[in-house]
């Protein structure tokens, strides 16, 4: 599903780098990436790295989803949250909020506070995934159990039917 690469664009490539002193002591950690690019697709593709992070580092920070709201001052409402790892691609599918394709997100990553410099590629997952999130199949698996209990009720009469026939046969 995922293996096309024309399917995946690149929204977001950007380094950023911390204040450090004389010493190479962090003095402002790098704050916040909050880039001004909008998604429209429920998956995203993310690798981070870090050239002056030691091999066995492994938490790069974390990723927020945010979604504009007509309420409030913040604009933005906190959506679905998850910590990116260093040196790893990973894929994250976002399936808390319904229509994500009717609603754009933006994202905002808040790396690790002793991080000196980071590098975050995010990319856009724009081929077919179906869209379920978990809403949709919620109400999926409703619809089945639904349809279970129908089935069900149908081959109760039919039982009584044949139960009834066997008692007029044994008389």
């Not at 704050?31 to 429209?40: A, K, R, W, Y």
């Not at 593709?45 to 001052?73: C, M, N, R």
């Not at 002793?114 to 590629?121: E, G, P, R, T």
Request: proline content about 4%; overall charge neutral.
């Amino acid at each position: 599903m995922y293996s096309n690469s024309n399917d995946w664009v690149k929204s977001i490539d950007t380094t950023r780098r911390a204040t450090l002193d004389a010493n190479g002591k962090i003095t402002n950690p790098i704050g916040s990436i909050e880039p001004d690019v909008q998604f429209t697709h429920n998956t995203i593709g993310i690798y981070t790295e870090s050239d002056s992070a030691p091999l066995h580092w492994f938490k790069a920070g974390t990723l927020l989803q945010g979604f504009p709201v007509p309420f409030g001052s913040a604009g933005f409402a906190e959506g679905e949250e998850f910590r990116v790892i260093l040196r790893r691609y990973m894929v994250y599918r976002f399936t808390k909020f319904p229509n994500i394709g009717e609603t754009k997100y933006l994202i905002s990553f808040t790396p690790q506070w002793y991080i000196q410099d980071i590098h975050l590629q995010v990319w856009q997952y724009i081929g077919t995934n179906d869209g379920a999130t978990l809403d949709s199949l919620a109400a999926l698996s409703q619809q089945e159990i639904a349809q279970t209990v129908k089935l069900q009720s149908s081959v109760n009469k039919v039982q009584t039917s044949i139960n009834k026939l066997i008692k007029l046969k044994n008389g």
